[in-house]
């Protein structure tokens, strides 16, 4: 009886394995993400409306840093747009 439950639990999770490697693109990709991006995977607890949090970002040119908070305040009232991606 054991090793049919063992044998089924095997079965579901190499499955599964297969089934996220499918997604992720490569077995490898499938290893890293439940190695590395599941443990810090969390929702915040920011909603629309909210101020942003402060932040320290690189310049477009890649050798200037900027606050968050500073560009708000001397925007005067206008959006701040951050965008987080990559373009490649």
Do not use: C, E
Not at 46 to 65: F, Y
Not at 77 to 84: A, D, H, N, Q, T
């Amino acid at each position: 009886m054991w090793i049919w439950i063992a044998s089924v639990l095997g079965v579901l999770l190499i499955a599964a394995f297969v089934g996220l490697s499918m997604m992720a693109g490569s077995p490898k990709d499938a290893y890293g993400m439940l190695r590395y991006a599941l443990p810090h995977m969390h929702r915040g607890k920011l909603k629309p409306g909210d101020a942003a949090p402060d932040a320290s970002l690189l310049t477009l040119s890649g050798s200037d840093r900027f606050q968050i908070h500073d560009r708000i305040n001397r925007a005067g009232g206008r959006p701040l747009m951050v965008v987080f991606g990559s373009y490649t």
